[in-house]
Nanobody, 121 residues
Framework: QVQLVESGGGLVQPEGSLRLSCAAS????????IGWFRQAPGKERVGVSC????????TYAEPVKGRFTISRDNDKNTVYLEMNSLKPEDTATYYC??????????????WGQGTQVTVSS
């Protein structure tokens, strides 16, 4: 059974930083990657960044390029999202999910419960 558990959200001031973690278990070999997605109030859930399970391929949405960095620690079965220079428009619930297409950061079947990120002074 696939399980994804996010942590690391919180309240941060503009231009601040946060690191989100996604601890994964039960992953099967057909999982292409892990991604981070976010949903702001009243808006659709969108892809933020994805990372391949088998190579170094990563993708980023345009609004976060140069500010966010995705990485993985295979020994810990954990994927991280380092978020720097945060803006109020980054405020959202962040979810990690399995990914069926890393190049287009398309979510698969399994999701975590989400962690709230609020950027405000």
């Amino acid at each position: 059974q696939v399980q994804l558990v996010e942590s690391g959200g919180g309240l941060v001031q503009p231009e601040g930083s946060l690191r989100l973690s996604c601890a994964a278990s039960g992953l099967t070999t057909d999982v292409r990657g892990i991604g981070w997605f976010r949903q702001a109030p009243g808006k659709e859930r969108v892809g933020v960044s994805c990372i391949s399970s088998s190579d170094t391929t990563t993708t980023y949405a345009e609004p976060v390029k140069g500010r966010f960095t995705i990485s993985r620690d295979n020994d810990k079965n954990t994927v991280y999202l380092e978020m720097n220079s945060l803006k109020p428009e980054d405020t959202a619930t962040y979810y990690c999910a399995t990914v069926r297409n890393v190049q287009h950061c398309l979510a698969g079947d399994y999701w975590g419960q989400g962690t709230q990120v609020t950027v405000s002074s």
